[in-house]
């Protein structure tokens, strides 16, 4: 009961937000009502005229032409005006529509390009992009289904009664009485069916599984030739979907049949009560006949509406999944007198720094760190230890839990995040491209590149053969996360990006792992070059990075546990020098030089 | 979309039986105008009270008669539609699996992924209101005439000209909205794309200031959306208002000609009234219409992209060669014979003219820069690709000629990717060889160096392994995918990259393994490292798609100036010793 409670509250919290977007464009949700209840009038009216015209025609002789004449004239005049107020009820309802719509996704995207990195990379893209697209699809039909057909379905309802009742209230009495029943019969089948479209919806998603898996592994499944067999498990669940869907949409099919013969029910009555009034002398034949299309019109909205209303309960649920996504808490906005710093020498100050992801996992705990301009801090330690940590803290993705970070002595918190991430050259594991030509994606840092700054960039990072090769060149259009480059060629393009900009600090978070290392040696040397008075805080894996840093943090379990350049810690004799040393005990020779450790999943 | 009805061929009776029962259903709502005209001409008239009674049980008769007929066309429409989608989903499912990797690169696995599921679901409903309603609307509007004929010829004359300008402006708005609908789709899809950018690049976006640019970009998206729907819904909200001017129209000229008609003692009042009746059903028809049209629109767009896929097809051709056809006696297990290959769409080649032949139970290491074609060269082996110059033999026949079933089973092959599928550890080996026993498994398990690991896992071998592998950490998945590769007893291995994330012992204990295994395989390996090919009987080295050099470590030390480059990156203190 309470949770029932609950959930209305929170529906109506969310039509009364739908509202407040509806607001901006009020005159015409108010003109598409005028022009609802215009229609609806008037394509009653029709009916009654049309009836009165019968009674001019009585029989042979019995023709009344000037009557006649006058009635059609109406009609025409009725019919033209209600195709008008119609169409532009249609316009109106649908600018009304896209408009809210599309005021409500621009929202929810700049609320995504404000949000907290702990929310993205906590949930699933999948489900803030269903969110975006096919929750506000549904929300739109929802909604304008509700006003086309909740709005003149109630006004032909009340219209109907009216009209009715006007001309005769017995017959009213017979059309009114029977009606709901195919309220009853609707509500009873959709009960029933509700399990049943429950199992479909959940074979389907099993069945989605699978393909997600096979399809999306299908090389994997040709090389091992187990096409017959994963067909056979397809087949298995593809029966069982059969079988449910038949059953789902068989059920609900019967709703439509059912309420149509609870119409004809309604139209009989009508018909015999009426034709007894006519016999009385209490009603005309063309009174008949207009009751009758009343009768007729009169229950179909009731049909619609009972559609209309699990479409609106839907569209109000789709509507709440969105505005979470707006109400969610964004990033901790920049002070008002943040400042903006332009020439950044590249000096950082750690200064007992602490945090953690989750307040029972400690991380990292009181953490000094001094690094003057141009040093060069490796961090090391076996994957998965948390060693982009540090980085989220530095360009701030996530904010320190105590303690604090300065660049130049500023506390990072008190500058604007623009100027702090200006000064940081970032590539990392995980290449990112968007969508558009190869050119588009290198000048991101620098927007105004020229073209010969571009291909010295690409030069000096090696990309620039590759890019030579493609068929448009800087121009290639490359699709959806790089697609059909190589994994080592989308990283070449991150490190040309960082490489036209040369930002005074550097963050490089394994940034070679999936280029051979013959092209590796190559890129060192571009970017020992580009560091060279740099900053630079490197995830490294190369002995010969770690080996010519300043510091080297050692990370395990997320935790930094020691600190020191390659000698101290060696001498230290701790987890740094016992990886140092499996390294080369288990290696093949004193020579083996790539420091890898245990499960590094470089690979991919 | 009109492919895909072969579809509907188990279901022939259903197809046919669901719009039948439909229709008859239908004449049974035809008929009801007529018996009200009836009522009025002779049991009003007549003032005949038991006439009328009979005359309404005669309408609910016709409405339970309905009810019957109707229920039974929705069981067989659903009946035809769900087996339709079934079957249609299986050949799909099934035609997929057979593209070859060249066309799989081409289309990308995410939109092969949704046509098998919204969209055979979309074209499912599609089918659905098909066989129940699409016939059902055009029998009403012509039955209606037909009626109207039986009443009054002259008057049904109206009928002739009203439906041929309704048919203009239903089919003429649906023509015109059918582009615009997927102008929209395509509208929709560049919004997805770019919400899923930002999300999976938030930290990119960031880094470089990125948002408010972004945010200008999906605006610009979103706008374009907004007047696509905003221009087909101003479209498609004509069709009421026409049909509603067309049929209004009818009924006034009706009004006009009944009145002559009854003057001159041709029609009675009541057979007036069944003509507006049947005038009148054809608005309402049509109406109902209209709200179908957008659904079977967007089912046929997603029909003709299912049709797509149907119409991809593998460009490989199967081979004739059997099992039992070659005789294992060839001491050559691979050659390559002038091997080149270009990649469909791609400007340059990516291997050119590559030969080498690999002894039976040899270890061919291949070594090379990112984009080298290392990965290209070994996927020709199993006919992954096809080579687009040269041949490529397997026991002495050109790879072409064997099927590619029997071709496949001589192979194993380890990806750079290490994939796993949901399932325990036993059911992902065995698909290496459906009817590995258990001992074959653990057999695997010591070779590939996963026996250790698997054996600390709670239940072992039946330890169940997530989608994706995704509670194995990366060491742990290479090595239950060589494990897998390697329980079939291949007579070719191929490791493509594949021991990357394992550490130098391991890797090496690895290749021990392998070597001692009896009946030991031709085992070709892809690495970056230099530890790891080192030993192999002949290196190939690859540079840009060429042979830069082939032999043994030494060899190459000595001749291969590529070969050089690498081994000296990665073991510099050597370079140091020997090279200076």
């Known amino acids: 009961m309470e949770d029932k409670k609950m959930r209305q509250e929170s529906q109506i919290a969310a039509v009364k937000k739908v509202f407040r977007y509806l607001g901006k464009y009020r005159i015409f949700l108010v003109f598409s009502m005028l022009l609802a209840a215009v229609t609806v009038a008037l394509t009653l009216y029709v009916p009654k005229l049309t009836g009165k015209a019968v009674d001019y025609i009585v029989a042979e002789g019995l023709v009344s032409f000037p009557g006649v004449f006058k009635i059609m004239l109406q009609i025409g005049i009725c019919t033209l005006i209600t195709a008008l107020a119609q169409w532009i009820m249609n316009v109106c309802n649908n600018k009304m529509t896209y408009q809210v719509v599309r005021d409500i996704r621009n929202e929810a995207f700049r609320k995504i390009e404000i949000l907290p990195l702990k929310y993205i990379d906590s949930h699933p893209y999948g489900e803030v992009v269903s969110r975006v697209i096919a929750d506000v699809d549904q929300f739109a039909d929802g909604l304008l289904m509700g006003f086309t057909q909740l709005f003149t379905g109630v006004a032909t309802i009340v ?27 609707a509500n009873f089948i959709a009960k029933r069916t509700f399990t049943m479209f429950k199992l479909q919806s959940e074979t389907r998603g099993e069945q989605t599984g699978l393909i997600d898996e096979m399809i999306g592994n299908q090389k994997v499944v040709q090389a091992f030739g187990q096409e017959n067999e994963t067909l056979e498990r397809f087949d298995e669940i593809n029966g069982r979907l059969q079988d449910c869907s038949l059953k789902a949409i068989f059920f609900s099919s019967i709703t439509n049949p059912a309420t149509r013969f609870v119409n004809s029910l309604v139209y009989t009555g009508v018909g015999i009560t009426g034709a007894f009034a006519v016999v009385n002398g209490s009603l005309t034949v063309g009174q008949l006949s207009c009751f009758l299309s009343y009768a007729n019109q009169y229950t179909k909205p009731f049909n619609e509406i009972s559609g209309v209303v699990t479409e609106l309960q839907n569209a109000i649920a789709c509507a709440q999944r969105i505005f979470d996504l707006i109400e969610e808490e964004p990033q901790v906005p920049e002070t008002e007198n943040a400042l903006h710093l332009t020439d950044i020498k590249g000096h950082v100050d750690l200064t007992d720094v602490s945090f953690s992801y989750l307040k029972e996992q400690r991380l990292i705990e009181h953490l000094n760190l001094n690094v003057k301009p141009g040093q060069r801090i490796a961090v090391v330690g076996p994957t998965g230890c ?65 073209a010969e700054e ?41 490190i040309t990006r960082v490489m036209l900009c040369r930002p005074p600090m550097l963050i490089l978070d394994e940034a070679t792992s999936s280029i051979d290392t013959r092209t590796e040696v190559k890129i060192q040397n571009a970017f020992a070059r580009l560091m060279e008075g740099r900053t630079s805080f490197i995830v490294a894996h190369r002995l010969s990075t770690i080996r010519e840093a300043d510091v080297i943090l050692v990370m395990k379990d997320g935790k930094i546990i020691e600190k020191g350049n390659h000698e101290s810690l060696l001498a230290k004799n701790g987890f740094y020098a016992e990886l140092y040393q499996s390294q080369f005990a288990l290696g093949t020779g004193p020579n083996a030089s790539g420091i890898v450790p245990v499960d590094n999943s470089a690979c991919c | 979309m009109k492919k895909l009805l072969i579809y509907l061929k188990g279901y022939k009776r259903e197809t046919i039986l669901a719009p039948l029962f439909k229709l008859l259903e239908a004449s049974f709502e035809l008929l009801v105008p007529l018996v009200m005209a009836a009522v009025i001409d002779k049991g009003i008239a007549g003032q005949d009270r038991p006439y009328i009674v009979r005359m309404c049980l005669v309408l609910v008769t016709l409405g339970i008669v309905g009810l019957a007929c109707s229920i039974t066309a929705q069981y067989f ?3 035809a539609a769900t087996g339709f989608s079934a079957a249609l989903r299986h050949s799909l499912f099934e035609h997929i699996q057979n593209l070859s990797f060249t066309e799989m690169d081409r289309v990308g696995n995410s939109t092969l992924i949704t046509r098998m599921t919204s969209d055979v679901n979309q074209v499912q409903s599609g089918v659905n209101l098909v066989l129940r309603l699409f016939l059902r609307s055009p029998f009403i509007v012509f039955g209606a005439m037909i009626m109207a004929f039986t009443v009054d010829v002259k008057a049904a004359l109206v009928f002739v000209v009203t439906i041929p300008l309704l048919s203009i402006v239903v089919f003429g708005v649906m023509l015109i909205s059918m582009p615009l609908y997927r102008k929209v789709q395509a509208n929709l899809d560049k919004v997805l794309l770019v919400t899923r950018e930002n999300l999976s690049g938030s930290r990119v976006v960031r880094a470089f200031n990125k948002e408010e640019e972004e945010r200008e970009r999906f605006e610009e998206c979103n706008q374009t959306l907004t007047d696509a729907q905003k221009f087909v819904g101003r479209i498609s909200g004509l069709m009421n208002p026409l049909t509603y001017i067309l049929v209004n129209g009818g009924i006034i000229v009706l009004i006009y000609v009944g009145a002559l008609r009854v003057d001159s003692g041709v029609l009675t009042q009541g057979q007036v009234v069944a003509l507006i009746n049947y005038m009148s059903q054809i608005l309402v028809e049509l109406v109902k219409l209209a709200n179908l049209i957008i659904t079977v629109t967007k089912a046929i767009a997603c029909g003709n992209r299912i049709q797509n896929v149907f119409e991809m097809h593998s460009e490989m051709e199967d081979g004739l060669l059997e099992a039992g056809d070659v005789a294992a006696e060839e001491r ?5 014979e002038h091997v080149s290959l270009t990649y469909k769409e791609a400007g340059a080649e990516s291997l050119s003219d590559i030969s080498f032949r690999a002894l039976r139970g040899e270890t061919i290491g291949i070594i090379g820069g990112t984009g080298s074609g290392k990965s290209s060269l070994v ?63 653990l057999e695997a398990l010591v070779v590939s160096q996963a026996k250790e690991f698997v054996d600390t896992k709670e239940g072992g071998l039946a330890f169940k392994v997530e989608q994706g592998g995704r509670n194995l950490s990366g060491g742990q998945k290479q090595r239950l995918t060589i494990a897998r590769a390697l329980v079939r007893k291949p007579e070719i291995l191929i490791l493509d990259d594949s021991a990357s994330a394992l550490d130098f012992a391991t890797d090496a204990r690895l290749r021990r393994a392998i070597q001692e295994m009896e009946d030991s395989p031709t085992v070709f390996i892809v690495s970056q490292r230099a530890a790891s090919i080192q030993y192999a009987d ?43």
């Not at chain 2, 050559?332 to 390559?336: D, T």
């Not at chain 2, 830069?548 to 990156?569: D, F, K, N, R, V």
Request: net charge neutral; glycine share 10%.
């Open chain 1, 159 to 185: 219209g109907t009664l009216g009209f009715m009742l006007s001309v005769n209230v017995k017959i009213t009495f017979v059309v009114v009485l029977i009606t709901p029943v195919s309220f009853v019969v």
């Open chain 1, 386 to 450: 948390g060693k982009t940590t540090l980085i989220n803290l530095l360009m701030r993705f996530y904010d320190v839990t105590g303690g604090r970070i300065e660049v130049d002595g500023t506390d990072i918190r008190d500058m604007t995040r623009q100027s702090l991430r200006a000064g940081f050259g970032m590539v990392l594991q995980e290449t990112w491209l968007k969508t558009g030509t190869i050119r588009d994606n290198i000048i991101m840092g620098k927007p105004d590149a020229s």
């Open chain 1, 454 to 494: 571009i291909v010295e960039a690409a030069k000096a990072s090696h990309a620039h053969s590759f890019i030579k090769r493609l068929p448009k060149g800087y121009d290639t259009w490359i699709t959806e996360d790089g697609g059909s480059l190589s994994q080592g060629q989308k990283q070449l393009l991150c």
């Open chain 2, 77 to 79: 429409a659903a009946k």
């Open chain 2, 332 to 336: 050559e297990a691979v050659v390559f």
């Open chain 2, 379 to 441: 996927n020709l082996i199993p006919r992954f690709y096809d080579a687009t110059k040269g041949r490529i033999l397997v026991d002495g026949r050109d790879v072409k000629d064997y099927k590619l079933e029997v071709l496949r089973d001589k192979i194993g092959v380890v990806m750079q990717k290490a994939v796993l599928f949901k399932g325990t550890i036993a059911e992902n080996l065995r698909w290496g060889k459906g009817d590995a026993t258990e001992a074959e498994l």
């Open chain 2, 538 to 580: 002949k290196i190939v080295v690859l540079d840009d798609g060429v042979m830069a050099g082939i032999g043994t470590h030494q060899e190459l030390l000595e001749s291969c100036p590529t070969y050089q480059e690498i081994y000296y990156s990665q073991f510099p203190k050597e370079a140091g010793a020997d090279g200076r």
